[in-house]
């Protein structure tokens, strides 16, 4: 049996990553941010969300450890976190400035990541440098996992094809179109087995062509490894986003553009439950490491689903069940932004900020701001030394409680409800001067002309060439806009 026991609503954009440490949950989030909770009853961490990254974050996983969380971004970085304090340790920057679209930790503890260009790069965490990098094609590697003995890696790319590699980087194995149209996730179940002359790995793909894989990859030191095609799973009608295996390998999770996840017996490749909560397309799934047996499931429509398995495979008798995800006793409380008269917070006015410090639980503030006229504007322009030096907050703790929650109106200075069509893709923010790129998107021009000088011009959208840097005014979009902010 598997249930609905919590739903997370914090993210204001498209959740694209969530993992498990032993005692933690971290989700990520196109809307740049990070954030942390506890997973005895998903309250969020004090230092979350975590804000280092300029784009939004495709990517986060926890360190063998736990003690670490790296996270990756279209900004061309992978930032680790730790995990005691929030604090950022260090920000490796990928070579060629590519977005990053996948980050995985090694069971010791070294960091890969994989790029829009097709590169691959090896970090190590002692020293904080980089290793070594590789090349696989044009195509971007979106996909990447270790071995349960850390000693190769497994990659999947918008071409189609897995690639395995060793820990100098060399390739090892090539499985041409494993995924037509392309991969979107892999991982490796975390068990190994052994015949005494081969070692034996499962590998789970998913992808495009609407399917989800499970392979069996063979290893020997002196002739090479070897994959093979165990069960090409079909429960899904529409492309497969993401997949994950349980602590024990025997379960696996995935989430699919048909807006479902499915649970299946790993062994068997059979189906046992598709789980139906999800409003958009399911972006991401992960298995919690410890008991109880969760599972996290992330989506475009901005929630983290968190799910009890309650009996592991047993329940055979329910096999290809269909669960509406009825929530149980336990459900944790969205947290919105307060309610204001405007929806942009840099045009509140002094009673609009007293109301949400109010909603905040900042009342005791409220006198100091409205003293120093604080409206929507100086609010997002505040800082930890303004507070203590102009407005006399003496408490570190509550000078840090402010900042967390500006900084989360800064990640969205817009409440939901917004035409998608408004927001700048790269920024997720509402454009002001919007510009028609040679892909055919729009986008704030500061945005995209900043992009096109450090990406060696290409698209942000189809990560193709642009055939010309010119970039044309979207007078029309802009006229939309203004007219969708007078009626607000």
Not at 384 to 395: C, F, G, H, R
Request: glycine share 6%.
């Amino acid at each position: 049996m598997v249930s609905l026991i919590c739903t997370i609503r914090d993210h204001r954009d498209d959740i694209n990553g969530c993992a498990f440490s032993p005692n933690l949950l971290a989700t990520c989030s196109s809307d740049k941010t990070i954030r942390v909770y506890f997973t005895q009853d998903f309250s969020e961490l004090a230092f979350s969300p975590l804000n280092g990254h300029g784009y939004g974050v495709h990517c986060c996983c926890f360190s063998p450890c736990g003690k670490y969380l790296a996270s990756c971004s279209t900004d061309a970085t992978t930032v680790v976190w730790r995990m005691d304090t929030g604090d950022l340790v260090t920000v490796f920057e990928h070579p060629g400035r590519s977005p990053v679209r996948v980050c995985v930790f090694s069971p010791d503890s070294s960091l890969v990541s994989g790029a829009s260009d097709g590169t691959l790069a090896l970090w190590d965490m002692q020293s904080k440098t980089l290793r070594r990098t590789a090349a696989s094609n044009e195509a971007s590697i979106v996909a990447c996992s270790f071995t349960p003995c850390g000693q190769m890696i497994a990659t999947g790319s918008t071409y189609g094809d897995i690639r395995v590699w060793d820990l100098e980087l060399n390739p090892l194995q090539a499985e041409k179109n494993a995924h037509d149209l392309g991969v979107t996730c892999c991982q490796f179940a975390p068990k190994i087995q052994s015949d005494g002359c081969w070692l034996h790995f499962r590998l789970a793909s998913c992808g495009q062509d609407s399917t989800l894989k499970i392979w069996m990859l063979f290893r020997q030191a002196a002739t090479g490894c070897k994959m093979q095609l165990l069960h090409t799973l079909v429960g899904q009608s529409a492309p497969v986003l993401s997949c994950a295996f349980s602590a024990d390998a025997q379960l696996l999770v995935s989430g699919s553009v048909d807006k479902t996840v499915t649970v299946y017996d790993a062994n068997r490749g059979a189906l046992l439950y598709t789980l139906n909560q999800h409003e958009r397309y399911v972006t991401a799934c992960s298995f919690s490491t410890t008991a109880p047996c969760l599972i996290a499931t992330g989506s475009m429509d901005k929630t983290v689903n968190i799910w009890r398995v309650e009996d592991g495979v047993s329940g055979h008798g329910d096999e290809g069940k269909s669960l509406l995800g009825e929530s149980s006793k336990a459900t944790c409380e969205d947290k919105k932004l307060p309610g204001h008269s405007r929806l942009l917070v840099c045009d509140w006015s002094e009673e609009d900020v007293s109301a949400w410090l109010s909603a905040e639980g900042l009342e005791v503030l409220v006198g100091s701001f409205k003293a120093n006229n604080i409206d929507g504007g100086e609010l997002i322009s505040l800082t930890k030394d303004t507070l203590a030096s102009e407005m006399n907050i003496d408490s570190v703790g509550l000078r840090n409680k402010v900042m967390r929650k500006i900084e989360e109106l800064k990640m969205s200075l817009v409440c939901t409800g917004i035409p998608d069509e408004f927001l700048c893709p790269i920024t997720r923010e509402v454009m002001k001067d919007p510009v028609i790129a040679a892909d055919g998107f729009s986008y704030e021009r500061e945005a995209i002309e900043s992009w096109i000088n450090s990406k060696n011009r290409s698209s942000p959208m189809t990560n193709l060439p642009l055939q010309t840097t010119v970039v044309t005014p979207n007078r029309t979009l802009k006229m939309a806009i203004g007219r969708w902010k007078s009626s607000q």
